[in-house]
């Protein structure tokens, strides 16, 4: 038996927002900021796994993704853009509706379930990420071993989530929430994890640490990849390759 990860309290208050997630300007406008940067590191990630080519235009050809904790498809739309065949997971169900109902609307074949990822049939994936999630979930643990159990062997995972930092708590915690920049309830602190503890997770389950940039503000481009890790970092991993 999978131990549980969804925390219900998360699942609801994301679910909430479920209508509002494709709207530039609503409540998850900080996440459509936020998209371009993430996008731009995953795709480096994505060449530099696979020897790709960055003029490709579809990366993930023949490939398959999982997202979890897709939310709305913010992520799933452009990587099956990208030529991969996608699956998104996400615990509200009022995410997965949105999902389905943007994704129909953009022509794009995604697959979409509402839950735990270990209720998804079984298979394994060749790109795994989760944007944003880990610090929602009830125990990082077991969510991270879940997600690597679903990592196909020469498959790529991809993280990312903020730093638990005095900076982060002022910033994205009291100043965002306090402006409305994100929406009250959205961050609980305490429960952002450090680079090293969650490289520790990713290592407790097999994988070995890759890459790792910080994903910080920008006065010319909202956000910028490198350089302070102090508010939110992204983590690249892989399987262990034999020596």
Known sequence: MST?????????HFGALAADWWNPHGSSAMLHRLNPVRLSYIRDQIDAHWQGDARER???????????????????????RMGATVTGVDAA?????????HAAGQGLAIAYCAGEVAALP??????????????????????????AGRL??????????PNRTMLSKLL???????VGAVPRGTHDWD???????????????????VDRTGLSPSAAKGFKLGGSEALNYLVAAHWPTAR
């Open 4 to 12: 549980p990860t969804i925390n219900p309290n998360e699942a609801a």
């Open 58 to 80: 579809y990366p993930l050809a023949g490939k398959s993704a999982l997202d979890v904790g897709c939310g709305a498809g913010l992520l799933t739309e452009p990587l099956a």
């Open 93 to 101: 169900p009022e995410n997965i509706g949105a999902a389905r109902a």
């Open 122 to 147: 079984p298979a394994t994936f060749d790109l795994v990420t989760s944007m944003e999630v880990v610090e929602h979930v009830a125990d990082p643990a077991a969510f991270v071993a879940e997600l």
């Open 152 to 161: 196909a062997p020469g498959g790529l995972m991809i993280l990312s989530t």
């Open 172 to 178: 994205l915690v009291e100043a965002a929430e306090r």
């Open 191 to 209: 429960q952002f994890l450090k680079p090293e503890e969650l490289t520790e997770l990713l290592e407790d389950a097999g994988l070995e640490v």
